[in-house]
């Protein structure tokens, strides 16, 4: 008599992510549209950059583990630069990752924000080349602007970029916005930026997970990653990505609940059955105690 | 002078006093000399990141160098003269290609090559880690006990919260799940920082006085 | 898209598999060669990224008079010194750097990790938030977590039952980290999938 134990016993490591891998496709193949509920976190952080009047100057934090992260992060990326863009406000993205330059370029290529809203670079937005050491780069940018972004991506002196006159330290910004990849940076960015600078409002583009202790007495909203963007892209009317990626999240997830459900089942039911009925049970139930005598 | 003074007391001793200099900067009120200096050493900081960075790069191409001269030895595989070949062929291509254009590596050809083919790849290899997390939480995650009926009943309430088939059908269990977030998981996060905190706290009492060595020595055997 | 754009796209569609063909083929030569060309090109990329990067903390400094970040370019260098019989040497950058980051750390660990934490878990209290039972969860959560972390008293006794609450907090945030870091891998798959179904036909003009 085949057990549902028998059943996970037959699903190898490589099955398993075969069946995932197909159940995963069929959503992205045929998408529904189902809507995406708006968390609080993602509301606060729209009202955070809302509140600032216009020309107001943003410090947005860029760090990436990776490059492989563009894909999964830019749409979030995008739609965020769109919105500060939409809102006439300024940007210094800060690069404290080797990719993150690259990354910023790519991000305001694609999403065509100096087309739709006429961002120029060096009065609107300004890339800084990457920025070594993690938290000390974090300190450093924070404590002395000039002193650490002496040029910026594209070798141009700080001196003749419009937008960096006048930024001496993080207090001269209006609002900082934090993304990361490594989830080490959720703790720098508030101890660098948000603790030692309380009066600039930190927003994260980031897992909750990892700044929840921090929020909202340091971090005043949060957008967690794809469901934060795909919540940010409804509440701000700018399609993008995301919205079609939660809908492919149902099927890999409704799988995931109920193999762990049938793995759960299946354990309880063998250590069920040897609990009533003792050592015999194989022999009881099964006669796997024969078989496995005539293997041998 | 004895060695152990400048191989070891010199660096413990540079240790304490960047590291008071900080702390006596944030305590008392700020002074510009004091403030001027923590900024020179954030810089200096940032410059010396950097270096090491490339000081990594460098230890990189040394060891695939040192492979592909050993090849006329046949003293190392084929699959690793392959591998060492490939990474300096991909360092010379992508280094030449960034040097050939004056905008080097903001230029639209290099761009796009390295979208093309470093992004995919690791976006590719990125996305590896989810079978395992599968076949564990298929696997091991066995209800046993009140502490594991707690973190499956967790997992699984968050999963659907997330799942907007679920929150369609059933939508009071955002407010379940916000909650989760709010109480259990911040009071434990709050925990875990403090605690974390404490230990930063006295390697740094440990380190001012001297008594860390663990905060140079590792690196260097 | 121009041809050597459509190309680039199919191109890259392949090397992502390459990466992706790791769970059911493991370390195949298609894996490796990606890998290692990954590598390569990322340490070219490194190496112009942070000059860059130096250019702007240091040379542009340097050049206009600020020169003392010249002794922090020959400090650095110090690392190299592990390759030669002065290994020794290497210990000053790294001494320096450690100095550095334990003074940026100290304070604010005090005031973020900890006081901000103590004050937000008697704020919620005062202030009855967000409700008077949730409020009296959190401050015994974080009790109770925090003794969960004492190492130097064993676990026994009435001591022990206060660490078994604890644990449960504990459990409970384990849980939602779980969720959402398989969520976030989840995620990473959906978006990779999306690009090779979805890109490599938006190139050739049909869109899904």
Redesign the interface.
């Known amino acids: 008599m085949l057990t549902l134990d028998d059943v ?1 016993k037959k ?1 190898t ?2 099955r ?3 069946i ?2 197909i159940v ?2 069929i959503p ?2 045929f998408p ?1 549209g ?4 708006v ?2 976190q993602t509301t606060d952080f729209r009202k955070e950059i809302d509140a600032l009047p216009q020309g107001s100057v943003v410090a947005f934090g860029f760090q990436m583990s ?7 992060y830019g749409p979030g990326y995008q739609v965020i630069t769109k919105y500060l863009a939409s809102r006439k406000l300024k940007v210094v993205y800060v690069c404290v990752s ?2 993150s ?2 990354t910023v ?2 991000v305001i290529k694609s999403s065509g924000v100096e087309a739709a809203y006429g961002w120029k670079r060096g009065e609107d937005y300004v890339i ?10 974090l ?2 940018f924070a ?2 602007v000039q ?9 141009t ?1 700080a001196s003749q970029i419009p937008l960096m006159r006048g930024l001496k330290t993080l207090a001269d910004f209006q609002l900082a916005i934090a993304s990361y990849g490594t989830f080490t940076f959720a ?1 720098m960015f ?3 930026w ?3 600078y309380p009066s600039v409002p930190l927003i994260v583009f980031g ?3 990892t700044v ?3 929020y909202p ?2 971090v005043r909203g949060v957008l ?4 934060g963007g795909a919540e940010f892209e409804v509440l701000t009317r700018l399609p993008g ?1 995301y919205s ?7 099927l ?3 799988t ?2 109920i ?2 459900l ?3 089942i299946a ?2 039911q063998t250590v069920g059955m040897r609990r009533r009925v003792g050592a015999g049970f194989e022999r009881a139930f099964f006669g796997r105690e024969e078989k496995e005598a005539e293997k041998q | 002078m004895s060695k152990s003074i400048y191989q070891r007391q010199i660096p413990l001793f540079l240790i304490a006093v960047i590291a008071g200099v900080f702390i006596v900067e944030y305590f008392l009120i700020p002074i510009d000399p004091l403030k001027a200096l923590k900024d020179e050493l954030l810089a200096w900081g940032v410059n010396m990141s950097a270096v090491a960075i490339i000081f990594g790069q460098v230890m990189l191409l040394i060891w695939h160098g040192r492979v592909l001269s050993r090849a006329g030895e046949r003293k190392e595989t084929r699959r690793r003269l392959f591998e060492s070949g490939v990474f300096v062929g991909g360092f010379i291509a992508f280094g030449l290609l960034a040097l050939s254009d004056p905008k080097t590596i903001s230029g639209d050809l290099f761009t796009a090559l390295y979208l093309a083919f470093v992004m995919k790849f690791s976006q590719g290899i990125g996305s590896c880690g989810w079978p395992a997390q599968v076949n564990a939480v298929f696997r091991m995650f066995k209800v046993t006990s009140l502490e594991t009926l707690t973190i499956a009943t967790v997992y699984i309430v968050t999963w659907l919260r997330y799942l907007t088939a679920f929150t369609a059908f059933v939508p009071g269990i955002v407010p379940v799940v916000d909650w989760i977030i709010a109480v259990p998981h911040a009071a434990a996060q709050r925990a875990g920082l403090i605690g974390s905190a404490v230990g930063a706290i006295i390697i740094g009492i440990r380190a001012l006085v001297g008594k860390e060595p663990g905060l140079m020595e590792y690196e260097v055997t | 898209m121009t041809p050597a754009e459509i190309a680039l796209v199919w191109i890259g569609s392949a090397i992502s598999l390459f990466g992706l063909s790791f769970i059911w083929f493991g370390d195949s030569i298609f894996f490796a060669f990606g890998q290692q060309l990954y590598l390569g090109a990322a340490c070219a990329y490194t190496f112009f990224t942070v000059w860059k990067g130096l250019s702007s903390s240091a040379f542009t400094p340097i050049s206009a008079g600020r020169v003392t970040l010249i002794i922090s370019l020959i400090v650095g260098a110090l690392a190299f010194a592990r390759l030669t019989r002065w290994r020794w040497a290497a210990r000053y950058p790294v001494a320096i750097l450690s100095g550095i980051g334990v003074g940026v750390t100290f304070g604010l660990t005090i005031r973020s990790q900890i006081l901000v934490q103590i004050s937000g878990t008697l704020t919620n209290l005062v202030q009855v938030k967000p409700d008077p039972i949730s409020a009296i969860l959190i401050l015994i959560g974080t009790l109770t977590a925090l003794v969960y972390f004492t190492y130097t008293r064993e676990h026994t006794g009435n001591y022990g039952r206060i660490v078994k609450i604890g644990r449960l907090f504990l459990m409970a945030s384990f849980g939602y980290i779980l969720a959402t870091d398989n969520i976030l891998h989840a995620d990473g798959l959906i978006t990779l999938l999306q690009n090779l179904i979805r890109d490599p036909l938006k190139s050739i003009g049909i869109v899904w």
């Open positions: 996970i699903i490591y490589k398993l992510a075969t995932i891998l995963t496709c992205i193949i529904i189902l809507p995406i509920p968390s609080s990776n490059i492989g992260q563009i894909p999964q080797d990719v330059p690259l370029e790519d800084t080349s990457y920025i070594a050491g993690e938290e000390t780069a300190a450093s404590s002395d002193g650490t972004v002496a040029a910026d991506y594209y070798g002196p703790d508030a101890r660098q948000a603790g030692k897992m909750f997970g929840a202790a921090y007495s340091q967690d990653l794809d469901r990505a079609s990626r939660m809908d492919a999240r149902n890999f997830g409704f995931l609940v193999l762990m049938a793995g759960n354990y309880h």
